[in-house]
């Protein structure tokens, strides 16, 4: 399963960086939802959200998990509320090792720098980052099969936390 890991977590946790590094680690492909999204969509997800929706991208965010899980070896990092409906928590558990990066509000917070480019984080980051991570953390805590807490650590160390914690039985 080391060949196939998902990365989840909230906006800001570190998922797209360490995942970039765990592919190159790895020596597998690094697949992003977000950019898969984009991609598809030939908008941002900012563009998407204003004129479509939060709805309409999350349709588009299963249809880019549902894609993305096909590879026979990757690192997918998650769109931060890809764990919110249930069959894509299904297929990520299908494709390999979920793996859930962990951090503060206040840590989040921080990396959110304000919220910039994060619809659902555009006005009152702190107060949304809380009230996502009441919904979210049970979510991401039933979704994951183990947890790297990425607070005042760089990308590189917390990729290194995954690798050791990958390789503990």
Avoid: H
Avoid at 67 to 76: F, I, K, N, Q
Avoid at 138 to 166: E, I, M, S, W
């Amino acid at each position: 399963m080391r060949n196939r890991i998902a990365l989840i977590g909230m906006p800001a946790a570190g998922k797209s960086r360490v995942g970039g590094i765990l592919a190159q680690q790895l020596g597998v492909p690094f697949l992003d939802t977000d950019a898969l999204v984009e991609e598809s969509a030939g908008r941002t997800i900012p563009e998407i959200f204003a004129d479509c929706g939060e709805q309409a991208f999350r349709n588009l965010e299963t249809d880019a998990i549902r894609l993305a899980t096909r590879a026979e070896r990757a690192v997918l990092s998650c769109g931060g509320g890809a764990i919110l409906r249930e069959e894509n928590v299904r297929l990520l558990k299908e494709f390999g090792t979920v793996v859930w990066l962990n951090a503060s509000a206040k840590t989040l917070f921080a990396r959110a720098e304000n919220g910039r480019g994060r619809p659902l984080l555009a006005e009152n980051a702190e107060q949304k980052i809380q009230a996502l991570l009441v919904v979210r953390e049970p979510l991401y805590r039933a979704a994951a099969d183990c947890v790297v807490t990425t607070d005042g650590k760089d990308a590189q160390t917390v990729a290194r936390a995954v690798l050791k914690k990958l390789q503990t039985p």
